[in-house]
């Protein structure tokens, strides 16, 4: 997932520089700052970020930019929605960059294009996902668990798969072939481990801490039930 430099051209690499930028500004300008004023909150906040730049450091790949790795991503929109879950992926991104940096594997070229696609692009699909389960489905707590958390998850990692897989064939990368045979249906085993990580995340939350979840509404999935 993660492009490294000399992967795309300097128009694709600082072209996503001002999009992404607008997204970070839309972000910090409108985020629930107020609910990481309590101290919990905030540490369950920072705690994500930790425990995903462990879970994006761990990757495999067979060519540069072609290479795998979970994402977390639908837990993280799920938890505090989709403007904390960009700045807080952002700084995952920036952490596991930098790190990379050091050993000289990746650069900060191609940053923000893979924020596009690993931050805001997989943050908007898990919210996308969410709404349409809130207004469409029943309120049913075991329809937001399998469905905006398991199945929200593997959509969320199979449709960024397609987009990085897009990215690279139209920026002439790799042909559309090598990316077919080699690179896309990995992304389908992928979704499934996706799924069960987000899931079996936001399932332990639910029960144990749901204040934790932000998008979670006992009043609406419990209290309303007969």
Known sequence: MNFPDGLFSNAWAYGAILPYALFLLWAALWAPWRRLADSRQMNVWMGSIVVLMLVWSLKAGIRPGLNLHMLGAT???????RQLAMIGLS???AAVTYNASLKGIQGWQPFALNALALVVFP???TYAIQRFVERRLPAHIFVYIFLAAFFGAAVTVVATGMLTALMLWLSGAYAGELLLSEYVPFYILLGF??????GATITLMVVYYP??????DDRRYLWQKK
Not at 75 to 80: H, I, P, Q, R
Not at 193 to 198: F, P, Q, R, V
Not at 211 to 216: A, E, I, M, R, T
Request: no cysteine; proline share 0%; hydrophobic share 70%.
């Open 75 to 81: 837990a993280f929109t799920l938890m505090f929605g």
């Open 91 to 93: 700084v995952v991104l």
């Open 123 to 125: 943050v908007f699909v």
């Open 193 to 198: 481990s996706e799924a069960w990580l987000n």
């Open 211 to 216: 204040h934790w979840v932000g998008s979670f």
